[in-house]
């Protein structure tokens, strides 16, 4: 793991445009390992483009990104360390939940490093009543938690979040928050998550980005 | 909540062949899935077997007394089928993973070429295949034009036709899979030329029907080609085709993951639709792709006029509002319109291709068929609120308004393909009309395809609201030789109710077939007059409104 003081993602000057229409202008960002990043806007502000270049995933039009010393890299060793849950996967069709949840484990094998096992990850989620059921039979709420259970079934040193909060109730959104401020981070891990639910980034214990115009504000804690 | 544990497990980086046997193994009715895949298999070898008897057995007769444009003909069809067949490749990604397996084993640890490196084999196998049929085809096309070619050694051309095919199509796929990162700036190039390709193929083939001077040309050039000539085709097509798979397969260790992501999502929702043979499904796929990323200038809806003021809460208006998305979709698809103009030639082109007494049924049945794909153009709107009412009911439009409204479009398009076709085929000559009344034939057919139109628009307006397939769904009706599914019978009867709408037309049009050949001298083919074209348009404008009236409300109740 990376020591607490090291910076986990830096941005600088990220510039992110879809054709005509420029969404990031200038956004400049970072956070250390251990610390949770709560990036907040009205819909359409750019947090989710802002997730997928720190994964990766979108190449950004301007300005730099560095993410675990390196840029995003998408290649097997970085996606070892870093971890997105965006938008709801496609679930095995003849698979349950609780191997699912196996699945992750063992496509990340070997763990080292911090994370909740499986029977763990069912209580902690609350999905023991339906750990033998195919997640198509969850309702929305249950396969976000599912989706989340997922992420942290695997070690990992940046978990990239994109509004963790849909979906859930009130009382396990304070539960995951609770998990995040206090058994991810702590071990080193870092947390970067689009969210509109203030509450729940201040239980997590997060630094708050605004994104407003396509430039990043800091928000007074 | 619990606080978790650092685990420090020693077991090995994991295997992508590991992951996949655990995937499969949970998968439940395993048997299942080998009997559809050895059944599909199967019906596939009958059907190939049979479709390639006779190219073979035309090359094993060795015959050379052949007209001289088949073998042109036959060539430009085979590029067109490659060119299709690259074009379908490319539209599915081609390099594309399970929409499961792209969600959880993509952006994992896995290596990348592990993870891939099985759905290239596949595409490779698949590209090698089909494209050694399509050499095989070609050398059926063109191998009798060739003088060194003897069926004595059939076996060795045969080999080479399949070997160079193969590995040009696996060149290609290649190609592909190189040009699939980078969908914006590669790919509609790419999916351009490839329709062109295809387009000046066809254009070629239909060219050397009746130019001989290409046919004998192409002729010409066949004549002299020798069996070490096609050999050293084949080593160089090896070759390259070996040097495109290695080069892929070293692109595929940085191979991107969210353009495989998007095309593997996208391919899924394809397959699942194929499967079942969905096409509606498969309409809707297209119009989003074909929407998705286009940037439209916002229009107002169009604005009540004085003479519309109505007492609140009448649901006219709202009606209107709704049929009117159909328009402006259409307005905004101005190829689709060009499309269907330039298909209107289709029922000219079977009446000539085909010959006999069976010409007037075949052009009859194209332009049964044309008509309601023609008004199914306008029904794009509708088809959607079948299947979520969501837009409708925010828009506060009432259902049968709704419909009436949405009548007006699918009629339209209807009437004016029909009146096209029809004027095409007077024009050509292949249908006549009584002189007596001195107005010329084409303008005569053109009005009775006007005046059929909205027979045709209730067929595809029951096309639209029917619900998609589920072949799943039990029941239907027992025909003795087997049950009929529920589903098969709902869209049969869609088009024996066009069949009913537009009858007058259809027996107008096998009348005047019969009367041309002979077969019924004095039928309406010297008697189409304004009393056909009366009775036409009062049986569609009824047939149409009845349907109106009778139908459930749309949205309320799928499927009829």
Redesign the interface.
């Known amino acids: 793991m990376v020591s607490v003081s090291e910076l986990v993602v830096e941005v600088h000057g990220l510039r992110v445009s879809y054709?005509?229409v420029v969404v990031l202008e200038d956004v400049s960002l970072s956070a250390a390992a251990g610390e949770i990043v709560a990036v907040m806007g009205v819909n359409g502000a750019g947090k989710s483009t802002l997730l997928?270049c720190l994964?990766?995933?979108?190449r950004p039009g301007g300005g730099t990104i560095r993410v675990l010393g390196g840029p995003p890299r998408?290649?097997?060793?970085y996606?070892?360390r870093v971890v997105?849950v965006a938008d709801l996967?496609?679930?095995?069709?003849?698979?349950?939940v609780r191997?699912?949840i196996?699945?992750?484990r063992?496509?990340?094998?070997?763990?080292?490093?911090?994370?909740?096992?499986p029977a763990?990850l069912i209580?902690?989620f609350a999905l023991a009543g339906r750990a033998d059921a195919i997640p198509l039979t969850l309702s929305s709420g249950q396969r976000q938690r599912l989706s989340l259970a997922c992420a942290?079934a695997r070690?990992s040193d940046l978990l990239l979040l994109d509004e963790p909060e849909q979906s859930l109730d009130a009382g396990f959104r304070k539960?995951l928050a609770?998990?995040l401020r206090?058994?991810?981070a702590p071990?080193g891990g870092t947390v970067v998550m689009a969210t509109h639910d203030l509450e729940f980034a201040e239980v997590a214990g997060a630094r708050r980005i605004l994104i407003e115009d396509g430039c990043a504000t800091e928000e007074p804690a | 909540?619990?606080?978790?544990?650092?685990?420090?497990?020693?077991?090995?980086?994991?295997r992508t062949a590991?992951?996949r046997k655990?995937?499969r193994r949970?998968?439940?009715g395993r048997w299942l899935d080998w009997y559809a895949a050895g059944f599909g298999v199967l019906l596939a070898c009958i059907y190939l077997g049979n479709f390639l008897v006779q190219p073979l057995r035309r090359l094993s007769s060795g015959a050379r007394d052949l007209p001289v444009g088949q073998g042109e003909t036959g060539l430009a069809l085979v590029v067109a089928a490659a060119a299709g067949l690259l074009l379908l490749a490319q539209s599915l990604g081609p390099l594309t993973l399970s929409?499961?397996d792209?969600?959880?084993?993509l952006?994992?640890?896995?290596?990348?070429r592990g993870l891939l490196g099985r759905s290239l084999g596949v595409l490779h196998g698949v590209g090698a295949f089909a494209g050694a049929l399509l050499g095989i085809l070609a050398l059926a096309m063109a191998g009798p034009y060739v003088r060194a070619f003897t069926p004595a050694r059939l076996g060795e051309w045969l080999l080479l036709a399949a070997v160079t095919g193969g590995a040009l199509a696996v060149a290609a796929v290649d190609a592909l899979v190189f040009l699939q990162p980078y969908p914006r700036r590669a790919r509609p190039p790419a999916r351009v030329l490839l329709r062109v390709i295809a387009l000046a193929a066809v254009v070629v083939a239909v060219a050397g029907e009746h130019w001989t001077g290409l046919a004998r040309t192409v002729a010409r050039g066949l004549a002299p080609v020798s069996l070490a000539a096609v050999q050293a085709v084949t080593a160089v097509a090896v070759v390259v085709a070996v040097a495109a798979a290695v080069a892929a397969w070293a692109r595929l260790r940085?191979f991107?993951?969210?353009v495989l992501?998007a095309d593997s999502?996208h391919a899924?929702r394809v397959r699942l639709a194929a499967a079942f043979l969905n096409v509606q499904l498969l309409g809707w796929i297209a119009e989003d792709n074909y929407w998705r990323g286009r940037?439209l200038a916002s229009r107002p809806w169009p604005a009540r006029k004085p003479w519309q003021v109505r007492p609140p809460g009448t649901p006219m208006f709202p009606a209107f509002l709704l049929a009117w998305s159909d328009w402006r979709r259409l307005g905004r698809r101005p190829g689709t319109l060009l499309a269907l103009a330039a298909s209107a030639v289709a029922p000219a082109l079977v009446a000539g291709a085909l010959t006999g007494s069976a010409r007037g049924v075949a052009s009859a049945a194209v332009l049964l068929f044309g008509g309601i794909a023609a008004a199914s153009q306008g029904c794009a709107a509708l088809r959607r609120d079948t299947n979520d009412a969501t837009l409708r009911r925010m828009i506060g439009a009432v259902p049968r308004p709704s419909l009436t409204a949405r009548t007006a479009l699918p009629a339209l398009l209807a009437a004016g393909w029909l009146a096209l076709a029809l004027g095409l085929l007077a024009s050509a000559g292949v249908l006549h009309a009584s002189g007596a009344s001195g107005v010329p034939a084409p303008l005569l057919w053109a009005t009775l395809g006007l005046a059929a139109g909205p027979g045709l628009a209730a067929s595809a307006l029951r096309l639209a609201r029917t619900a998609p397939i589920d072949a799943t769904a039990l029941g239907g009706l027992d025909t003795g030789a087997g049950t009929m599914p529920s589903w098969l019978i709902s869209r049969i009867f869609s088009i024996v109710l066009g069949l009913v709408g537009i009858f007058p037309l259809v027996a107008g049009v096998i009348s005047a077939f019969g009367g041309l050949h002979g077969a019924r001298p004095g039928s309406l083919s010297h008697g189409l007059s304004g009393g056909t074209i009366i009775v036409q348009a009062v049986l569609s404008a009824a047939l149409l409104s009845l349907y109106v009236l009778t139908a459930s409300p749309p949205g309320s109740a799928p499927g009829e």
């Open positions: 054709g005509s997928s994964a990766g995933l979108r998408d290649t097997a060793d996606w070892r997105l996967p496609t679930w095995y069709p003849g698979l349950t191997e699912h196996e699945l992750v063992m496509t990340n094998a070997p763990a080292d490093g911090w994370c909740l096992d763990e209580d902690a942290l070690p539960q609770s998990l206090d058994s991810y071990s | 909540m619990t606080t978790g544990t650092t685990a420090r497990v020693a077991s090995a980086v994991p590991t992951v655990f995937t949970q998968r439940q929409p499961a792209a969600s959880w084993l952006m994992s640890p896995l290596r990348r940085s991107p993951a969210d992501w999502a899924g940037v």
